[in-house]
């Protein structure tokens, strides 16, 4: 992963690091910046965050779940926007105090769970709702029935069956209705002692217990004109030693339902989780009888399995290698009545992530990375070939998936009737807001004559739950730009700080931003932790960059980084750091900053140890880094990503010699840079110490430095209060050495 940087000494002409301080002195007083036009972290913080929308049967209202933070009363206040799918309507929220889940049972009633008197268990509440002239109304919620556990979630409805699908927690037994006794037996077994004779032992954020989640079945059906949960549960998956949905991430995207079936996702059994990502899908009745495996062969994980409306095909993502979680997704259709799996993006050099049939099967609709942003895509459904193929023989217009949106980030693609998708779309300049892409019944003839100038729909945007908060806010929509790399043309984002000027110069502060994963991208879309127009807005010139590595931009760019961590993604973050201060005269070289987080905090201090690049930063920050590259390969909890990354486990001979080439741990006596560090003691991906060992040795080193702990946080920093102070401890450092005081 570490390449070496001599050779490379010269190419920007800049000064070396900053050179060693003894003393750290702070600001006299520092405040972020705050005003009626200036996004602040906590403008950023307390904005609503919507979910995407979940349309009803008849698409004419959706649900969007919205969480909304007071710095008040220090609280997160949950509730459910009730849209309307026509423009110019105007939603209503349901205020949820106890938060839960909510989804549909049929188009006029919702279907709300929340957590009962006591903690142990899960009433269900049916909710009716008036929708009459544009207008929308919600009644009384009447309880139906109530679940034996707290931990419910995942929940589908199968109307023309009466069934309720769901995800919990189990233990070994597989009985639902004895968690809570097997609960208070595991909470007085004397001692707290967790004992591993195999991985995970523990992932992401929380270490391993006696149990795993499973997907239930229960009736859900009116009885008298009202709605009735049955009080018997049946785990389609016990005894099988299958888990879904997936940990830790894995929700209602991993498993779809049909009349009378259940399509899911589970890691395979028969491997060593932590040491593999394979996953197959099964096909499931839902009283749990003829359980069949539809995935065959060597693959990887898979994803985002779907129904058609008719039931007779079904369609996932799949990856090509096990233990390579940013390998290619493609799409394999499976027909239920032939037999035969088919994967229809073998040619695609893009990965979808999520996808729905059209209303009458014969077309996909998905999304999917492309460029730095997430584009819906539509792609005709083709023949069903004779046998089983990963190429089958495919002509137009079944080869090429069409772009139907351009620009910034689409999420969570639903089917509506009459010829239209729902979806959400974020940007750089705004959270989540819903959108309907209507007409496509012009785009599925376009695209089946193969027409040169393909219509692309008809879009209207739905909501604007943000507007009245952003209105009057800096905002900058991100300007692109592209350079030379190490192998190809790299992209990069700008985004410049109110008040800037063209004419300006030499005037402006910089940061360079670098994402981390190291597969990913810094796209056209919202964050609520790395927000570049909340720097932006403090006053900084932003610069994000993306290098080998980065998704979105055709996986030999992905791959690209795979053994060379250290190598050509610093040639990329090279060539774009000069192509800015060639290009743009109004920034100010003598006062540059850089951060990262995961990946780009490992990056951050890979530029510690390497001052020869030239970067000329005054000061650093890394947010959940890795420090020693080889000792990772031991620690995390998913051992596959070194596996993959490197080669090798950590002590085989050529992945012990590239990862510990390109080890920060092994550099430090180079280090100069003030730097400050933020980690999280929950974070089981790279372990806190990494980050308590970079302060450690900038300490001894007698290197301006300072260390924040978050004990409850995670790779992430998720809480708004401890979000708040991340942002202040991030810029109150960068304006100790580049700010007006600096």
């Known amino acids: 992963m570490w390449l070496p940087w001599a050779a490379l000494s010269g190419l920007l002409g800049l000064s070396i690091e900053q050179p060693l301080q003894s003393t750290l002195t702070m600001p006299p007083s520092f405040a972020l910046k705050e005003s009626r036009d200036v996004l602040s972290p906590k403008d950023m913080l307390a904005l609503p965050r919507p979910g995407d929308p979940l349309p009803n049967i008849a698409g004419d209202l959706a649900l969007v779940p919205?969480?909304?933070?007071?710095?008040?009363?220090?609280?997160?206040?949950?509730s459910l926007a009730v849209v309307p799918l026509e423009p110019g309507s105007q939603?209503?929220?349901?205020?949820?105090?106890?938060?839960?889940?909510?989804?549909?049972?049929?188009s006029r009633t919702i279907a709300h769970v929340v957590e009962a008197e006591g903690g142990k268990k899960q009433d269900l509440f049916a909710v009716p709702v008036t929708y009459e002239k544009g207008s929308v109304a919600t009644g009384e919620p009447v309880l139906i029935g109530s679940f034996p556990v707290s931990t419910a979630a995942d929940f589908c409805y199968s109307p023309s069956s009466a069934v309720l699908v769901f995800s919990a927690y189990v233990y070994g037994d597989g009985d639902l209705e004895a968690v809570t006794a097997n609960d208070e037996a595991y909470d007085s077994r004397g001692n707290t002692a967790l004992v591993y004779d195999q991985t995970f032992e523990r992932q992401w954020d929380t270490w391993v217990g006696p149990k795993h989640k499973s997907l239930f079945t229960a009736k859900l059906q009116q009885n008298n004109g009202k709605y009735v949960l049955g009080n018997s549960f049946t785990n389609v998956l016990k005894g099988t030693e299958l888990s879904s949905p997936v940990e830790p991430f894995g929700g209602k995207d991993d498993f779809d339902v049909s009349d009378n079936q259940i399509i899911f996702t589970a890691k395979d059994p028969t491997l060593p989780k932590a040491m593999h990502t394979k996953q197959n899908i099964y096909l499931v009745n839902f009283d749990g009888?003829?359980?069949?495996?539809l995935t065959s062969g060597v693959h990887g994980a898979t994803h985002a399995p779907v129904f058609s409306r008719q039931g007779t095909k079904v369609a996932w993502l799949q990856l090509d290698e096990d233990g390579h979680e940013s390998d290619r997704h493609k799409i394999v259709i499976h027909d239920l009545t032939k037999g035969v799996s088919f994967t229809v993006t073998q040619e695609w050099d893009r990965s979808p992530n999520a996808l729905v049939f059209s209303e009458d099967g014969n077309f996909l609709y998905f999304t999917a990375e492309d460029i730095a942003r997430v584009k819906v895509f539509v792609l005709p459904v083709p023949p069903t070939p004779n046998k089983t193929t990963v190429h089958p023989e495919l002509s137009d217009p079944y080869k090429t998936p069409i772009a139907l949106t351009d620009s910034h980030t689409a999420s969570g693609i639903q089917i509506l009737p009459n010829g239209r998708i729902s979806f959400a779309i974020a940007s750089l300049t705004s959270p989540k807001d819903v959108f309907v892409l209507?007409?496509?019944?012009?785009?599925?003839?376009?695209?089946?004559?193969?027409?040169?100038?393909?219509?692309?729909?008809?879009?209207?945007?739905?909501?604007?739950?943000?507007?009245?908060?952003?209105?009057?806010?800096?905002?900058?929509?991100?300007e692109e730009f592209w350079f030379e790399g190490a192998t190809q043309q790299i992209h990069g984002w700008i985004l410049t700080p109110p008040g800037y000027q063209t004419t300006d110069v030499t005037k402006w502060p910089i940061v360079l931003l670098i994402h981390g994963g190291p597969e990913s991208c810094w796209q056209d879309s919202w964050s609520t932790r790395w927000n570049p127009n909340v720097f932006a807005n403090q006053g900084y010139f932003v610069v994000m960059i993306n290098p080998t590595g980065s998704t979105s931009f055709g996986q030999n760019l992905t791959e690209g980084i795979k053994g060379d961590w250290g190598g050509k993604p610093f040639v990329d973050l090279r060539n774009g750091w000069k192509y800015i201060l060639d290009h743009y005269p109004q920034v100010d070289p003598e006062r540059a900053v850089a951060a990262g987080a995961s990946w780009g905090g490992y990056a951050i201090n890979w530029i510690q140890g390497n001052p020869e690049y030239g970067f000329n930063f005054k000061a650093l920050f890394c947010h959940d880094g890795v420090?020693?590259?080889?000792?990772?390969?031991?620690?995390?909890?998913?051992?596959?990503?070194?596996?993959?990354?490197?080669?090798?486990?950590?002590?085989?001979?050529e992945s012990f010699e590239l990862s510990r080439k390109y080890s920060p741990a092994y550099t430090v006596s180079k280090w100069s840079t003030p730097q400050l560090i933020v980690h999280g003691s929950k974070d089981y991906r790279l372990p806190e110490t990494d980050g308590i060992a970079v302060f450690h040795a900038l300490q001894q080193l007698g290197v301006p430095s300072r260390l924040v702990i978050f004990p409850d946080e995670n790779h992430w920093v998720l809480n708004a209060g401890n979000s708040l102070k991340w942002h202040y401890e991030v810029f109150r450092w960068f304006d100790q050495y580049v700010g007006k005081m600096g």
């Open 627 to 653: 420090f020693d590259t080889t000792y990772n390969g031991y620690a995390t909890d998913e051992l596959f990503f070194f596996n993959h990354e490197w080669g090798g486990r950590p002590w085989e001979p």
């Open 289 to 293: 009888s003829n359980l069949v495996e």
């Open 438 to 478: 209507g007409n496509l019944g012009r785009v599925e003839a376009d695209v089946m004559s193969m027409t040169p100038d393909i219509y692309r729909g008809e879009l209207s945007q739905i909501t604007k739950f943000s507007a009245n908060s952003l209105q009057g806010k800096s905002l900058h929509p991100g």
């Open 91 to 106: 939603e209503i929220f349901f205020p949820l105090p106890k938060g839960g889940d909510a989804f549909w049972v049929d």
């Open 66 to 78: 919205i969480s909304q933070y007071s710095f008040d009363d220090r609280k997160t206040h949950k």
